[in-house]
């Protein structure tokens, strides 16, 4: 990190205010994928009460995938534009909204909607993280900051369908000993995954009231960063400008971008082959290693859980080899290379698995490579964005979402016409393409001005 002789020498302490922020994104995190999961955990209860097909609930699946791909960009754009204290704040309320709205829906069609504007709310969440994370963690802290943010990430995935059924579980045990008369008599009478859409999309309010009046955009406008912190910050992310280059010029040198067209694409395909663990794995336990759906809580958690310490460890990994050698692009390509090649391999063997416990062993190794690398390509997708992080990451984002609403399409039409064998094939072939893209990839460069690199200084 860049030294100043005033700074070292001065005895007053540095604080560690972006330790704060980072722990209200990385509930931010959690909150993204638990919300959006815990439907798969009440997908059979709400099919029964609002009599919904199976092809019906595939739909309502996808709007919220599609809806989410195509808002990523205005949600990122916003945030550029007035900031990320009020953005987020904004996602976050809007997805609550729909999130309790989906326990109120009657049919197919009013979950359709409250689906896909959960999608609309939820857009342009993770851009914002970026931005606040371009602005306020120096860039050998980035691809840790984006560790614990895929970990928490992966584990509200991971926990969702188990917080969620316990939960309903617990509604119903309250309800049962419960009369219908009374004060307690709506309690009593709505269906339990009511009233626990109700209670998770009021989760998302609480964090808002916590977090709107305590952040700040900029460092700089928070009164509890010392002088030591704020120098600390400024001098590792080098200089930040205020201003934006015309929107024309913006989305010129943003198409134009290869490092941001290989992330897009990494994304893209890494999503589709990451997409097998929160759609088909459970499917897979129960036709192919006969475990029951309900039986299959942990075993589905575990390579998501997996995949969240992979996170971690690859981000603390990465920051270290770019802080010790310098090479920036080195340091980031090495460990989504490796963690794709070694998700595809371990993608092709499960398909000569022999038992469950086998199975879910290599689905974790799967898991778990494959987000070895999540971090750096975080860390890289912020870089790549600089001051324009929020709609960068948001045409990124929103093309690798893409990945994930046509995934349900090329699965099923792979599965009906080939089988199991070919569709670990197909998410076999995805890693590997994703792995390729990194050979354009450039996160030394913002993608706004091609003769603009980063200090050497900052990565030191």
Same mark, same amino acid.
Request: net charge positive.
């Given at each position: 990190?860049?030294?100043?002789?005033?700074? $070292?020498?001065?005895?007053?302490?540095?604080?560690?205010?972006?330790?704060?922020?980072?722990?209200?994104?990385?509930?931010?995190?959690?909150?993204?994928?638990?919300?959006?999961?815990?439907?798969?955990?009440?997908?059979?209860?709400?099919?029964?009460?609002?009599?919904? #097909?199976?092809?019906?609930?595939?739909?309502?699946?996808?709007?919220?995938?599609?809806?989410?791909?195509?808002?990523?960009? =205005?949600?990122?754009?916003?945030?550029?534009?007035?900031?990320?204290?009020?953005?987020?704040?904004?996602?976050?309320?809007?997805?609550?909204?729909?999130?309790?709205?989906?326990?109120?829906?009657?049919?197919?069609?009013?979950?359709?909607?409250?689906?896909?504007?959960?999608?609309?709310?939820?857009?342009?969440?993770?851009?914002?993280?970026? *931005?606040?994370?371009?602005?306020?963690?120096?860039?050998?802290?980035?691809?840790?900051?984006?560790?614990?943010?895929?970990?928490?990430?992966?584990?509200?995935?991971?926990?969702?369908?188990?917080?969620?059924?316990?939960?309903?579980?617990?509604?119903?045990?309250?309800?049962?000993?419960?009369?219908?008369?009374?004060?307690?008599?709506?309690? @009593?009478?709505?269906?339990?995954?009511?009233?626990?859409?109700?209670?998770?999309?009021?989760?998302?309010?609480?964090?808002?009231?916590?977090?709107?009046?305590?952040?700040?955009? %900029? =460092?700089?406008?928070?009164? #509890?960063?010392?002088?030591?912190?704020?120098?600390?910050?400024?001098?590792?992310?080098?200089?930040?400008?205020?201003?934006?280059?015309?929107? &024309?010029?913006?989305?010129?040198?943003?198409?134009? #971008? =290869?490092? $941001?067209?290989?992330?897009?694409?990494?994304?893209?395909?890494?999503?589709?082959?990451? &997409?097998?663990?929160?759609?088909?794995?459970?499917?897979?336990?129960?036709?192919?290693?006969?475990?029951?759906?309900?039986? &299959?809580?942990?075993?589905?958690?575990?390579?998501?859980?997996?995949?969240?310490?992979?996170?971690?460890?690859?981000?603390?990994?990465? %920051?270290?080899?770019?802080?010790? #050698?310098?090479?920036?692009?080195?340091? *980031?390509?090495?460990?989504?290379?490796?963690?794709?090649?070694?998700?595809?391999?371990?993608?092709?063997?499960?398909?000569?698995?022999?038992? @469950?416990?086998?199975?879910?062993?290599?689905?974790?190794?799967?898991?778990?490579?494959?987000?070895?690398?999540?971090?750096?390509?975080?860390?890289?997708?912020?870089?790549?964005?600089?001051?324009?992080?929020?709609?960068?990451?948001?045409?990124?984002?929103?093309?690798?979402?893409?990945?994930?609403?046509?995934?349900?399409?090329?699965?099923?039409?792979?599965?009906?016409?080939?089988?199991?064998? @070919?569709?670990?094939?197909?998410?076999?072939?995805?890693?590997?393409?994703?792995?390729?893209?990194?050979?354009?990839?450039?996160?030394?460069?913002?993608?706004?001005?091609?003769?603009?690199?980063?200090?050497?200084?900052?990565?030191?």
């Amino acid at each position: 990190m860049l030294k100043d002789d005033a700074y $070292a020498q001065t005895s007053e302490p540095r604080t560690r205010v972006r330790v704060g922020v980072m722990a209200f994104l990385c509930v931010l995190s959690f909150l993204t994928y638990y919300d959006r999961q815990c439907i798969v955990r009440a997908q059979e209860s709400i099919q029964a009460a609002l009599a919904i #097909s199976d092809e019906q609930m595939g739909i309502v699946f996808g709007t919220f995938w599609l809806a989410y791909a195509l808002f990523e960009i =205005p949600g990122g754009w916003m945030g550029d534009r007035v900031g990320a204290r009020f953005t987020i704040t904004r996602i976050v309320l809007a997805w609550s909204l729909f999130t309790v709205l989906t326990g109120a829906a009657t049919g197919f069609y009013s979950l359709l909607i409250y689906r896909f504007l959960f999608g609309v709310g939820e857009a342009g969440a993770y851009p914002n993280m970026a *931005r606040i994370q371009s602005r306020w963690l120096p860039i050998t802290e980035r691809a840790r900051a984006g560790g614990l943010l895929w970990l928490t990430a992966r584990w509200g995935a991971a926990f969702a369908p188990i917080i969620f059924g316990t939960m309903t579980r617990g509604i119903g045990s309250l309800q049962a000993n419960m009369g219908e008369s009374g004060a307690g008599s709506w309690f @009593a009478t709505t269906a339990p995954w009511r009233i626990a859409f109700f209670v998770s999309g009021a989760i998302g309010v609480v964090w808002c009231l916590a977090f709107y009046p305590w952040f700040r955009d %900029d =460092p700089a406008q928070k009164e #509890s960063v010392s002088p030591k912190e704020l120098h600390h910050i400024e001098g590792g992310r080098g200089p930040i400008e205020t201003g934006h280059v015309g929107d &024309s010029r913006v989305w010129f040198r943003l198409l134009s #971008s =290869p490092s $941001a067209w290989g992330l897009a694409i990494y994304f893209f395909c890494g999503g589709i082959g990451w &997409s097998f663990f929160v759609s088909w794995m459970p499917r897979y336990m129960k036709e192919v290693q006969h475990v029951s759906f309900e039986n &299959s809580e942990w075993s589905s958690a575990l390579p998501l859980i997996c995949g969240g310490i992979a996170c971690f460890v690859g981000g603390m990994l990465s %920051d270290a080899f770019v802080k010790r #050698s310098g090479w920036r692009r080195v340091g *980031r390509a090495v460990f989504p290379v490796t963690g794709c090649l070694v998700a595809a391999a371990a993608m092709l063997a499960i398909r000569h698995a022999e038992t @469950a416990r086998s199975a879910t062993i290599l689905m974790c190794v799967a898991a778990a490579a494959f987000d070895f690398g999540q971090a750096a390509s975080w860390a890289s997708m912020v870089d790549v964005g600089g001051r324009n992080a929020g709609i960068a990451v948001g045409f990124m984002n929103m093309v690798g979402c893409l990945g994930h609403a046509v995934q349900p399409y090329i699965g099923a039409r792979v599965f009906h016409t080939f089988g199991w064998s @070919a569709l670990f094939g197909v998410y076999a072939a995805a890693f590997l393409v994703a792995m390729t893209t990194w050979a354009i990839i450039n996160p030394t460069r913002a993608f706004y001005d091609k003769r603009h690199v980063l200090p050497a200084a900052a990565i030191s």
